[in-house]
């Protein structure tokens, strides 16, 4: 070890620096969170294909805790409000509404079509039963446009698909304010021709036959 | 030690480098930016390479003109290979951009067709009211 000059450890030590702060410096930029954005739509745009489900259902999942801790946090006062319309009130949208129910939303809406899965009535019916804040309201026709707005900022808007089958949706963070303000116009509107629902309504609502 | 001894190992290490690392890139099934980073490493090590590379040619002395006509040829060609790699290295980055253009391209249009069809949904259910 004696033989090594001095000076060729201090080259070796540079290479070796500079090259960590090379790879600390690569890694930051590859993975910089870098979304996809545009100013007239929102701050981040995540487009899901048919078959993401699990994606879709973790976006949301994630927004929804998102807000929850902000809110234990003390960084949001209001109400967390949740508000959705569908064809109908299907496994996935329970799933959504469950979970916002568990994590301090304590107004949900949604708007759905006439009729629903035989299978799920049941279902529909411990939800409602459980949770009070859970406000469910049927449409004289299935809508075609399905959305979800959360708390007013974020949007989840899926494309017009049958009852049968599922399509692509995106998902908007920090949705531009005249973009959501369209969708909660909307929604007030629809919500006017919508009836209530109780759970005992629920048990005897129309179903599609497998 | 000389260099023109070391020149050969450090060759390989960066070929196998490389190709190892544009193995591993095609391996991913979806894109997501550890690819991206394979990318990048792939790039390093052929950039490695072609200094190495470079090297070789400004270390060889003592050939004759057949022999110097026969070592460029080989030259170019290896020259040629490596290049051609960085390009589809670059190639696929530039894809990789292109695919989340068209992504956004899509996502723009599933939420204005959505947004457009809003309002008839809604004269729907006023003209069935009435």
Not at chain 1, 97 to 112: G, Q, R, Y
Request: glycine letters at 4%; a neutral charge; one cysteine or more.
């Amino acid at each position: 070890m004696s033989k090594i000059p001095v000076d060729h450890v201090l080259i070796l030590a540079i290479i070796i620096i500079s090259s960590l702060l090379a790879v600390f410096i690569l890694f930051k930029l590859v993975y910089k969170h870098n979304p996809i954005c545009d100013e007239y739509y929102g701050a981040e745009i995540v487009l899901f294909h048919s078959d993401e489900r699990y994606k879709k259902r973790v976006w949301r999942f994630n927004l929804i805790e998102d807000f929850k801790n902000k809110k234990s946090n003390g960084k949001i006062n209001e109400r967390l409000e949740l508000k959705v319309i569908v064809g109908e009130f299907s496994e996935n949208t329970q799933e959504i509404v469950k979970h916002a129910a568990n994590h301090n939303f304590e107004s949900i809406t949604i708007i759905a079509g006439p009729n629903v899965f035989c299978e799920d009535r049941t279902e529909i019916y411990t939800l409602l039963d459980k949770y009070n804040d859970v406000k469910y309201f049927i449409l004289p026709e299935r809508p075609t446009k399905h959305f979800m707005i959360f708390n007013n900022t974020h949007l989840y808007v899926e494309k017009p698909h049958r009852h049968t089958e599922t399509r692509g949706s995106v998902g908007i963070k920090k949705c531009n304010r005249k973009l959501l303000n369209i969708y909660n116009i909307a929604f007030n509107k629809i919500l006017t021709h919508a009836k209530p629902l109780t759970k005992e309504d629920v048990l005897n609502q129309q179903c599609y036959k497998e | 030690m000389d260099l023109t001894h070391l020149i050969p190992e450090f060759l390989v290490f960066s070929l196998a480098g490389s190709s190892l690392s544009i193995a591993a890139y095609s391996a991913f099934r979806d894109k997501n930016d550890d690819q991206k980073l394979l990318l990048v490493v792939a790039s390093c090590f052929t950039f490695a390479f072609l200094v190495l590379f470079t090297l070789t040619f400004l270390t060889q002395d003592n050939l004759t003109g057949l022999q110097y006509l026969f070592a460029s040829i080989f030259y170019f060609l290896i020259f040629m290979a490596v290049l051609g790699i960085m390009g589809f290295i670059i190639r696929r980055l530039i894809v990789d951009q292109r695919s989340k253009d068209d992504e956004l391209d899509s996502a723009i249009d599933i939420i204005n067709s959505s947004k457009d069809g809003l309002d008839s949904f809604i004269n729907l259910l006023e003209s069935q009211k009435k």
